[in-house]
């Protein structure tokens, strides 16, 4: 089946300690999304790929970064974690062109001690 | 700007019918999305409007109203595992117009 997978579903780090949070998707579709999810809040987009084309948000902080290697595959980079990162963090597709919807990852939920 | 509401919780019987309504406001408008998400688990489709209009699917319909910025997901015969946050999101038309702007969710509590 087609899908949207990331791994872990469950990262325990330490302040300041850097993680990678990784999404891999088997729809080949062309945008891929990293959302931030904080309880009972909208989920927050940090950034975006389309195809190569990185796309950041004006708000998302500076220890946030992102890799796409291939069309499958794309990383979130915590440089430095703050307690202020704990959330769940939700890897999205789309095709790209109007007319399509999002596609979401089960998520990682990051838990910073 | 841009805006989206809805309410931050409602609660139902089981076997009824909800209505969650949902509000937005942008310049430009380009489609209408309701994503189901419980507790801990990532967002799932449910439904697109982008003409006005009721959508039904099973026992989840979507109605739009481009002209008032509004749009409801209807439930019907509610089920236990309905209980889940429903998040509304629009899309905007222009550049970047595959993103999507989400609203906080309203948690929905199904009862016995």
């Known amino acids: 089946d087609a899908m949207v997978i990331q791994n872990p579903r469950y990262q325990v780090t330490q302040f300041g300690k850097p993680v990678t949070l990784s999404c891999s998707q088997t729809?080949?579709?062309?945008?891929m999304y990293w959302y931030q999810q904080k309880s009972s809040q909208a989920p927050k987009l940090l950034f975006h790929?389309?195809?190569?084309?990185?796309?950041n948000e004006a708000d998302t902080p500076d220890n946030f970064q992102s890799r796409r290697p291939n069309t499958s595959f794309c990383f979130l980079d915590i440089r430095s974690p703050g307690l202020g990162d704990a959330a769940m963090y939700l890897c999205?597709?789309?095709?790209?062109?109007?007319?399509?919807?999002?596609?979401f990852g089960p998520g990682t939920r990051l838990t910073v001690l | 700007g841009q805006n989206i509401d809805q309410p931050t919780e409602m609660t139902a019987t089981e076997g009824a019918i909800v209505q969650i309504n949902c509000t937005y406001q942008?310049?430009?408008?380009?489609?209408l999305f309701w994503y189901q998400q419980h507790a801990g688990e990532a967002p799932t489709f449910l439904s697109y409007?982008?003409?006005?209009g009721l959508e039904e699917k099973g026992r989840f319909s979507s109605f739009l109203s481009r002209s008032k910025g509004y749009s409801y997901l209807l439930l019907k015969e509610l089920q236990m595992k309905d209980s889940a946050s429903y998040l509304c999101?629009?899309?905007?038309?222009?550049?970047?117009?595959?993103?999507?702007?989400f609203g906080k969710g309203t948690k929905l509590s199904v009862i016995p």
């Open positions: 999205a597709t789309s095709r790209g062109e109007t007319g399509g919807g999002q596609f």
């Open positions: 729809l080949n579709h062309n945008v």
């Open positions: 790929y389309y195809d190569k084309d990185f796309n």
């Open positions: 942008t310049s430009g408008f380009n489609g």
């Open positions: 409007n982008v003409l006005d």
């Open positions: 999101a629009f899309r905007d038309s222009g550049a970047g117009s595959y993103q999507l702007t």
